[in-house]
């Protein structure tokens, strides 16, 4: 079974530069997240969404931060105007399944570096 | 402040040894805890999951959990030097399963050979 793929693998901007990470999830998995995991942290959710609806956003940095899953299966997360605080692995994840018989599957993540 | 605490922040066990992370919730509104590892460089994968009080064994990895306390444990035995790598612990409320889990910075352990 193919797994949770991400690009790019690495990603290094200036501050005020733009980036688009890409996710594919596993096939059939109906909820993808995004996560941001800094160096020496656990990850922390961004954004996930259920098919293309996004069902919360509340952790996304909404003035620069966006993230869309039109059709339900691949997904991109943009970030408009990078911070040297955006430093961090950017993490997807798919699942499928509720309650206790869901888990989650990681992608290997897009290292981002901001100068 | 972090919701979910782990300690030690990182743990050296020989090979061959026992090795016993711990994790904390401070947000009692949580039912479900789960355990990833991490190698380096590479994505979390999910260890174990515990819901109900107790203890859960699968090969050389025990976990047990106090919701009272809010408090779960992960044990290996018998470490491996493939064992050194980061552990993660999560929570999240029954309700939402996986949906929003909340992680814990994570022990970093290291089986020394």
């Known amino acids: 079974e193919a797994g949770v793929t991400q690009s790019p693998r690495y990603a290094v901007l200036q501050e005020g530069q733009a980036v688009s990470f890409w996710c594919d999830p596993i096939?059939?998995?109906?909820?993808l997240y995004w996560y941001q995991q800094p160096r020496d942290q656990g990850p922390q959710l961004l954004v996930y969404?259920?098919?293309?609806?996004?069902?919360?956003n509340s952790q996304l940095p909404s003035d620069r931060f966006s993230a869309v899953r039109p059709k339900g299966t691949n997904s991109t997360l943009k970030i408009q105007s990078a911070k040297q605080g955006d430093t961090a692995t950017y993490l997807c994840?798919?699942?499928f399944g509720r309650g206790s018989n869901e888990r989650l599957f990681f992608g290997h993540g897009t290292k981002l570096s901001v100068l | 402040q972090q919701k979910v605490q782990q300690s030690p922040e990182s743990l050296i066990v020989p090979e061959g040894g026992m090795a016993s992370l711990n994790c904390t919730s401070s947000?009692?509104?949580?039912?479900y805890f789960w355990w990833y590892r991490q190698h380096s460089g590479k994505s979390p994968k999910m260890l174990m999951?515990?819901?109900?009080?107790g203890e859960k064994e699968e090969g050389r990895f025990t976990v047990h959990l106090n919701k009272a306390s809010l408090h779960t444990s992960l044990h290996i035995r018998d470490s491996q030097p493939s064992d050194s790598a980061l552990y993660l612990c999560?929570?999240?409320?029954?309700?939402?399963?996986?949906?929003?889990?909340?992680f814990g910075k994570g022990t970093q352990l290291i089986i020394q050979p």
């Open positions: 994840a798919s699942s």
């Open positions: 096939s059939g998995h109906d909820t």
């Open positions: 969404f259920r098919d293309e609806a996004v069902i919360d």
């Open positions: 947000d009692r509104n949580v039912d």
């Open positions: 999951s515990i819901f109900s009080n």
């Open positions: 999560a929570a999240s409320m029954r309700a939402e399963g996986a949906d929003r889990l909340t």
